[in-house]
Nanobody, 121 residues
């Protein structure tokens, strides 16, 4: 099993910054992609940003230039630096991790429980 623990959500005024972190632990042989998704009530979960083990990144258009995703491979940790936050960034943010388990050698696709980000106008 792979567990993801998220931290860093909260309440911030528009224009402010927050940094989300997510640490993966458990039976991990390797991690390919780590990413952040967000979901508002009644809406589909959408990809915000993702990063591969090689450092390639992908962002949804609405956050390009404002958010930066990074990872620490040795710590199985991914961060999302969010700057110039807007009220429309308000959502629950979920960490996602895809890789291969160390015991079963099977691929895994794990999710965190989510952390609330609220941006006030």
């Amino acid at each position: 099993q792979v567990q993801l623990v998220e931290s860093g959500g909260g309440l911030v005024q528009a224009g402010g910054s927050l940094r989300l972190s997510c640490a993966a632990s458990g039976s991990i042989l390797s991690i390919n992609t780590m990413g952040w998704y967000r979901q508002a009530p009644g809406k589909q979960r959408e990809l915000v940003a993702a990063i591969t083990s090689g450092g390639s990144t992908n962002y949804v258009d609405s956050v390009k230039g404002r958010f930066t995703i990074s990872r620490e491979n040795a710590k199985n940790t991914v961060h999302l630096q969010m700057n110039s936050l807007k009220p429309e960034d308000t959502d629950v943010y979920y960490c996602n991790c895809q890789g291969r388990a160390s015991i079963s050698l099977r691929p895994f696709d794990s999710w965190g429980k989510g952390t609330q980000v609220t941006v006030s106008s």
